[in-house]
């Protein structure tokens, strides 16, 4: 059986109107299910939205419009069983300064009506590498192990689903790995995990499913491997063994050499295969001292589904991947 951890159907949120603000129509008819188990990659510029989704799931903020279940539970008819369901690690870092780690987990626990015999503080704050902490008041913490305390109080409650809103934004490399790992952890053992990110490269190590989400609606959502998919283009970047004298040539292969000599090759891969690309090469006379290959990542994908051009665009020049920006 697969059931689905979260289904949300035609979420709608407008915000009131403010003072000078107009309403703000955050999310637009959003239609999302994440599968159980899974580790579901929310993507998208700042503004996009996700926050807001990442709120209406945790209970933070009330939708306009639509229907959300979690874990099988409608969150307006079950609000109970449905936010025990699910623990939220909230983008915002907002800990009681004068509670300490043991003690806003104890709190947490008793906010979820956990009875003492089923509280694990100890194993929680061993996980997030805070027991020799856990008697120090939150204000005298370093901004990581605050954020680890707020992935220690998501867990207290032993949900089915663990949602982290932005957790690596701003952290240390350290911190990053140290999240990562747990996150492995937790999802092989069962636990279904929503993480959103602006970081892509970090989306397609962790994610095996990711919706894009731009400007309040949904532009795609697919396996990580589909997504990765949908941008064809190919490049073959070969280093030839000596002055190049004829370019080579073949229909829906275009070849460009750069400064340092190396001939791009560019291509699609459902058109032409790799033994075409380097016959053409070989056609030319060229003998090859070495090749390399580049597939799109993520952030291709991304930039062609939020860009007014589509999916439709020339793929990116391959010479640029590696000066690529963060979005
Ligand atoms: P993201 O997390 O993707 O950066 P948010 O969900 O935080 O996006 O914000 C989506 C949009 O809603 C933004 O335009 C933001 O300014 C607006 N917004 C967020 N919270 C509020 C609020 N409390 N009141 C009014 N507008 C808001
Ligand atoms: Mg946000």
Known sequence: MTQDAIRIEGLTKIYRAQRNQPPKHALKKIDLTVPQGSVFGLLGPNGAGKSTLINILAGLVVKTAGKVTIWGFDQDRNPRQSRASIGVMPQELNLDPFFTPRGALEVQAGLYGLPRSQRRSDEILEMIGLSDKAGAYARTLSGGMRRRLLL???????????????????VDIELRQMLWSNVRKLNEAGMTIILTTHYLEEAQDM???????NEGEVVAQDSTGNLLDRLDARAMIIHPDGPVETMPQGEGITAEQRNDGAIVMSYQSRQISAEQVLAAVRAAGITIRDVKTQEPDLEDVFLALTSSVGPGAPPPDPRDISSKKKV
Request: contains cysteine; glycine residues 8%; charged residues 20%.
């Open 207 to 213: 994610c095996d499913r990711i919706a894009i989400i």
């Open 152 to 170: 220690g109080k998501a867990l207290v409650h032993n949900p089915h689903i663990l949602v982290l809103d932005e957790p690596t934004a701003g």
